[in-house]
């Protein structure tokens, strides 16, 4: 059976009420019985000891003292006998107890001159009294002694009053509990509802949810930990939907990409074995045909080198290096290329200045950049500076070329992506894959890489990567 939970916390709530409100009424009548008897208790016990006391004090006026606290006694509905060490009652004369028959063991303590105090129901007073034996001891004997009783007067009818209110106020107590119960219940039941939707939402794939959460209460706890597992999921889902985009794009592109030089080596190959191209032709189309081939295996390797750099599984050994030196290398490497597009390369950096980081992986990092420079400068210059500041060694390669469209800054990493893409016919990392590259070989050095750009005026590209400590 299905009980919802406003139910649940409402019925434990009055139900802790009720057994503590019961509880402590059978505690307190408890209470209030045993203090009213013992209030009976000691005023028979002193009752007793002034007429034990007149006893010692008028030795032969004892029977005008027995008569006059009789009288007075009465009044109070306590009645009292003397009895001798035969145990025969001898006062009242009347007798309305023959004999005093205490226990063995009552007598005992009486002839110790201990006081007796016996509780027991009455059929007398159709009620519990209080009996209580006071022993005459004269010469270190038990001579006889006193008996009063009196009943717990009022104690059942204080107790039935006190029960009473007990249980008015037990109603009252139940009312305004059950009230402010069902108002608190419904709040954290609302609380817990507004998660609970925004769960459904979630399930249902919307993951634009936000509730409302704070810090005093587990319940705000688990709002503020359902708010940060949807703002993760949202990502999460965000990423695979980029991830499922950018795979359609791969496939876009590497379709496209492969098309084009196996169309043209295929045609190739079919014209030289149907003899259809002229002989002086021939020797240009196997060109031709070499060429793409040599395309076709550059879109292999740089598939190849951005999956291992992306599943970390290049093994970079890291070493100082001259920065001036390493950035001369590649100016002689590039500078054919940069001459054919009249474009010029400059070094800036002192010879001091150092670099802590993978020879090879830096080497291909500065070429894969000063490449795209080359790519998209005409009759311009390129300069790759080096310096250190901060315990960390920053490189720069900055040219004058067409730089990038600002919307365009964000996404120049993302694999197979082309600033400029009609063309696509190039040897200058005309697959996309460079930058993407770039950015996680300096990552893996544990650097960074920042860009900037003005269309039309150039970009700088520069790198930051820590130095040896």
């Known amino acids: 059976m299905r009980i919802k939970y406003l139910y649940q916390l409402l019925g434990s709530n009055i ?56 009288s007075v006694l009465d009044d109070r509905d306590i009645f009292f006998s003397v009895f001798d060490q035969n145990r025969d009652i001898v006062y009242p004369y009347s007798g309305r107890l023959s004999r005093f028959e205490p226990s063995n063991q009552e007598w005992e303590k009486l002839a110790r001159g201990d006081t007796v105090i016996i509780r027991q129901e009455s059929k007398r007073f159709e009620q519990e009294v209080s009996l209580v034996v006071l022993p005459y001891i004269q010469a270190g004997t038990l001579v006889g002694g006193i008996l009063l009783i009196a009943p717990v007067s009022g104690s ?45 939402m979630i399930a249902s794939g919307n993951y634009n949810v936000h509730v409302p959460s704070a810090n005093f209460d587990e319940i705000g706890d688990l ?53 259809m191209i002229p002989e002086k032709e021939k020797l240009k189309g196997v060109n031709l045909a070499s060429q793409e081939a040599k395309r076709l295996i550059r879109l292999v390797n740089e598939n190849l080198d951005y999956e291992k750099v992306r599943s970390n599984q290049i093994k970079l050994i890291k ?29 800036e950096a002192a010879e001091e200045v150092l ?84 950015k996680k070989l300096v990552e893996l050095h544990g650097g960074r890489i920042e860009v900037s750009s003005i269309k039309g005026k150039g970009t700088i590209f520069t790198i930051y990567l820590p130095l040896l400590d």
């Open 223 to 275: 709002g503020n930990d359902f708010n940060e597992m949807a703002g993760k999921l949202k990502a999460s889902n965000e990423e695979i939907e980029n991830l499922e985009s950018r795979r359609r794009q791969f496939m876009a592109d590497v379709s496209h990409e492969l098309r084009t030089p196996l169309t043209t080596i295929s045609g190739m190959l079919e014209g030289l074995r149907d003899d």
């Open 319 to 347: 070493e100082s290096i001259q920065l001036h030196e390493l950035m001369e290398v590649i100016k002689e490497h590039l500078n054919i290329q940069a001459a054919n597009k009249q474009n010029e390369i400059l070094v």
């Open 15 to 70: 139900i802790i009420l009720i057994v503590a409100f019961l509880i402590l009424s059978l505690l307190f009548a408890k209470y209030v019985e045993q203090l009213v008897y013992e209030n009976t208790t000691n005023e028979l016990i002193t009752y007793g000891e002034e007429i034990l006391t007149e006893f010692e004090n008028n030795p032969r006026g004892q029977s005008t003292v027995l008569n006059q606290y009789a």
């Open 156 to 200: 059942r009818e204080m107790i039935s009053e006190i029960n009473q209110y007990l249980v008015i106020t037990v109603l009252i107590a139940l009312t305004i509990s059950f009230l402010l119960s069902w108002l608190l219940s419904r709040v954290h039941v609302k609380r817990i509802q507004r998660i609970r939707d925004a769960a459904s």
């Open 355 to 438: 670099v802590y980081a993978d020879y090879d992986r830096l080497i291909q990092i500065l070429i894969n950049i000063t490449k795209n420079s080359i790519q998209f400068t005409d009759n311009g210059t390129i300069w790759l500076r080096g310096r250190e500041s901060n315990k960390e060694t920053i490189i720069e390669i900055e040219d004058s070329g067409i730089g990038i469209d600002p919307d365009d800054i964000q996404t120049i990493w993302r694999r197979f992506y082309k600033a400029d893409l009609s063309r696509t016919n190039n040897p200058y990392g005309e697959f996309g894959l460079g930058l993407s590259i770039v």
